[in-house]
DNA sequence: ACTATCATACTTGTATACAAGTATGTAGTT
DNA sequence: AACTACATACTTGTATACAAGTATGATAGT
């Protein structure tokens, strides 16, 4: 059994009744983006078994959930670290543009009044979030929100798409909302603004608006990839500092 | 070790140097996605270990892989088949679509000489394929072209939709050549045709020549759906006679 | 000093063992 | 007849054991 006595990066509440492999594979990605753990480094089935003090099974499973996000390579001998490069975090941001402009054709073509119900609802939970400096709980909803806007198309391939996409975003956000919630509060405002717009674009089913919405949220990228550089020069000096 | 004196619809050769557990994954979606194994079936993992002579390690890893495509479905007891409707298969091609339209944009901002060329060489071989009719192998190309002009854009989560969308396409594509080498077997050349658009397309860059090579590409999909019905009709009959 | 060979300590892939939980059917009670 | 309690035969998740292959380094020979 997976002890949980030391510190994780991942939310622990977020997969207290998930396998060990799938919580193992959250604490990993989020050491790997972090840049907790170096891109380059090795990493063994064996070392990491008993780092975490469980069995391979687990380890293995995790693994296999990280190569297939291509956060890792695995190889003949150990699994290489990839990480992220600012490359592939703009990439990324690609897919999702790319995504979430189809899933907005097909809302337009819906009856929206339960989904802007349920989008306004988070929207108020994250206003709580930041209410209560809850970095993690506002990255939380944040997921959600576009979660929500994702599912409400019914798209069986979209939402794969978003399987396979959702945790190193969830990673992504949760270390960019951890890093702004210390030094750059009033971005949070700018943040809900735009989320206010998501819905607004919704409900009017006006294009030119939702337009505005995906091209501020994206303009985040930019803070969003700081902010991750940034994270990792916190985390080193944290552990230099422990040395 | 997973014994080959059994009938498989997967190509053997094709994963030759693949562990057990994603030569059993490969099958399985075959089996599933043809329709032999039936949606609403729950599978075991030990009944399946005892069906493949393996242990059930390989067999854990097939089912996470399926999972993944969401061909199956993971429960507390025993992993569901969910397969493909038609709607699945319908929205498989509007992913199709989107990131094909995506790349393409890409595409017409680079050097294309190699991969015209290299895409050139493919439809050759197809031609082949054909000529000495190779269902198999002409599936296998088909694929290939497809991957090919995705692979050239060098663009990390593209490439990770395709990764994951792969399986069920080579899988559908398989099935449907393989009916149409016996039935259809005039198709054949306007696929050639189609393909051979998609490098016009490419070399000169324009974009109406593209719309149409994807206009006319997903056109087929009406008839894969209906070929992917018809053979499992047609497996469905070969297992009553064999009873 | 340099190279080839081989022992060794790693690696993953697969098989098996064990633990904990769940559905099912049966026996006993009301 | 219907309902409860429990034994049983399943299920998955995790730990461990074993097999086969690979990198590394030491050792012997030149």
Chains 1, 2 share one sequence.
């Not at 190569?67 to 390579?73: G, T």
């Not at 030119?208 to 930019?222: G, K, R, S, T």
Request: aromatic share 8%; proline share 1%.
């Amino acid at each position: 059994m997976m002890s949980d006595d030391k510190e994780f990066l991942y939310p622990s509440k977020w997969i207290a009744n998930a396998s060990t492999g799938v919580r193992l594979a959250c604490e990993l990605r989020m050491r790997i983006i972090s840049g907790m753990v170096k891109k380059g480094t090795v990493l063994s089935e064996n070392k990491l078994a008993v780092e975490f003090e469980v069995s391979r099974s687990p380890i293995r499973e995790a693994l296999k959930i990280l190569a297939s996000e291509n956060i890792i390579r695995l190889e003949r001998m150990g699994a290489v670290v990839v990480g992220l490069t600012d490359q592939d975090i703009k990439e990324f941001y690609d897919v999702r543009l790319l995504i979430e402009t189809f899933v907005y054709e097909r809302i337009v073509q819906m009856d929206t009044s339960d989904l802007v119900s349920d989008l306004s609802k988070i929207l108020e939970m994250m206003e709580v979030a930041i209410k209560y400096r809850d970095a993690d709980e506002f990255s939380y909803q944040d997921v959600l929100f576009h979660e929500t806007i994702i599912r409400s198309i019914n798209h069986s391939y979209i939402q794969l798409i978003w399987n396979n996409t959702k945790p190193v975003m969830e990673s992504l956000i949760l270390l960019s909302m951890r890093m702004r919630l210390q030094e750059k509060h009033d971005d949070f405002s700018r943040i809900l603004t735009n989320h206010q717009l998501y819905i607004e674009a919704i409900k009017t089913k006006d294009r030119e608006i939702m337009i505005q919405a995906l091209h501020q949220n994206f303009d985040n990228v930019q803070n969003e990839v700081e902010d991750l550089w940034k994270s990792q020069q916190m985390l080193t000096k944290g552990r230099e500092q422990k040395r």
